[in-house]
């Protein structure tokens, strides 16, 4: 058995996007191209508008925060809620709380 760390202190900080107090820790990588982390948005903090370069799922598990497309409005999210963003489909993210998500990114992302 091997333990491991998914703290924040473990992550990177995002610096793309002009995000700001904004931490990602991947989880994994499969073979098939897909991308398990995790996101941790301090309060105050942004993950700046950019492009989902593949379907991503983004689900809050701590937290409470917002998303936005390019319109620019805001939608709350809480824990247990997420969102689902097609490829190319622009988006920002953040918190005034903090908060803490899971991202799966992949190109066949199929729900049940």
């Avoid at 991308?35 to 948005?41: A, E, R």
């Avoid at 490829?87 to 918190?95: I, L, V, Y």
């Avoid at 803490?100 to 190109?107: F, H």
Wanted: aromatic share 8%; charged share 15%; proline share 4%.
């Amino acid at each position: 058995m091997k333990r491991i760390q998914f703290t924040q202190e473990v992550a990177n900080q995002i610096i793309n996007y002009n995000s700001v107090d904004a931490f990602y820790r991947k989880i994994m990588k499969t073979e098939e191209p897909t991308s398990i982390g995790l996101i941790y948005i301090e309060p105050g903090g942004v993950v700046g508008m950019h492009e989902a370069p593949i379907p991503q799922l983004f689900i809050v598990v701590q937290g409470e925060g917002w998303v936005c497309g390019e319109a620019g409005e805001k939608m709350v999210i809480k824990t247990g809620e997420g969102v689902l963003w097609q490829q190319g489909q622009a988006h920002e993210s953040g918190s005034t709380t903090g908060l803490t998500a899971l991202v799966i990114q992949a190109e066949h992302l199929h729900f049940t």
